[in-house]
């Protein structure tokens, strides 16, 4: 009875790996079938996050375009390629918006800056970080106002040489018991902008695209 209920061939190395092989390829199946399932709502999802952050830091007023649709790549300080988000009137951009990043107390600190087409500061949202709540997540708008500071600045305004916290001679205030975190927005900030004006021709010239003229005359 006992070799019935467990029969010789199943002590066997190679029926083993077969059976552990064949719930690896039904596990992996089901896996790709749920990622194929879920995969559009994912992106949908993303989406709707991305454009939420992009109308916090880009007035609905200065553009009548859909911003996830009109795009820029161009290469970030870093050597990285950037997405930068340009709203356009017609099709004369209006304010651009694109990521900062800078390394902060627990971890990377993301930012969504959008500046208009002078380099003036339209917004500043928070888009993931990882530092101390309490202390650290005051960057978050919806913990403190601290952020909003920005709006209205530009580089020059205050000069290069402020842009920084009051702890090291800036013009911005450091929250108590947490400097990292602030210093590391402001200088994502101020490298947004510096970058802005290295790259502003580019970013900021109309969206009509020129189309080769035929040659001879036409009459």
């Known amino acids: 009875m006992t070799a019935v209920l467990n029969p010789s061939y199943r002590q066997r190395i190679g029926y083993q790996a077969g059976l552990l092989g064949g719930f690896a390829m039904v596990a992996a199946a089901l896996l790709t079938m749920g990622n194929i399932a879920t995969h559009e709502a994912i992106a949908e999802r993303h989406a709707e996050d991305l454009r939420a952050s992009l ?16 795009t820029l790549e161009l290469t970030g300080p870093d050597g990285t390629p950037r ?16 990521r900062v990043s800078e390394p902060g107390y627990s971890g990377p600190i993301e930012l969504m800056l959008g500046l208009d087409a002078s380099g ?20 978050e708008v919806a913990r403190d106002d601290w952020i909003l500071a920005f709006n209205g600045l530009t580089l020059g305004d205050p000069p290069p040489e402020r842009w920084a ?25 101020s490298g947004g902008l510096q970058w802005f004006a290295d ?6 010239t109309s969206a009509v695209i020129q ?5 001879g005359n036409s009459n």
């Open 55 to 70: 109308t916090q830091v880009i007035p609905a007023d200065l553009h009548n375009n859909d911003l996830l649709a009109a």
């Open 165 to 189: 916290v009051k702890k090291d001679g800036g013009d911005f205030d450091q929250f108590s018991g947490a400097t990292i975190t602030p210093r590391a927005v402001v200088k994502a900030i």
């Open 199 to 204: 790259q502003r021709a580019a970013l900021t």
């Open 120 to 139: 003036r500061i339209l917004g500043v949202r928070v888009l993931s970080h990882t530092e101390t709540p309490g202390l650290g997540d005051k960057i």
């Open 83 to 98: 997405t930068v988000y340009r709203a356009l009137q017609g099709l004369e951009v209006q304010a651009v918006a694109f």
């Open 211 to 215: 189309q080769e003229q035929p040659h």
